[in-house]
């Protein structure tokens, strides 16, 4: 599960998330989604609407919020690093994560 988290991360370190600690050494991943342009109450909706449930979490800076991913679940039904690391590419992430770029069942849900 470590390694998945780990895995995740990178991918998403990658995608302009900024993680809060660099990385994880840990099952649970904490990004900050503002690079991106939404804030973390705002990726949550919209992540949700694509049938990707998460949490919001602080930051270690500020008064934003951001995201809180884990990888327990998921792994224990079989997702291969390879899976996680494709994550961030997939259709709805992408979708709900791109402003201006945003399905009907995204637009709904923040700016």
């Not at 990888?71 to 994560?97: D, I, K, N, Y």
Request: with cysteine.
């Amino acid at each position: 599960m470590v390694e998945h988290a780990g895995v995740l991360a990178a991918a998403l370190a990658a995608e302009g998330f900024a993680l809060t600690t660099g990385g994880t050494d840990t099952h649970l991943i904490t990004a900050d989604p503002t690079p991106l342009g939404v804030d973390g109450r705002t990726a949550r909706a919209r992540l949700a609407a694509a049938g990707m449930v998460l949490e919001t979490c602080a930051l270690p800076y500020g008064e934003g919020r951001g995201i809180r991913l884990g990888t327990a679940a998921v792994t224990t039904q079989g997702w291969a690093p390879r899976r996680w690391r494709e994550l961030p590419h997939c259709s709805p992430w992408r979708c709900a994560m791109t402003p201006g770029k945003r399905p009907g069942y995204a637009r709904r849900y923040g700016s």
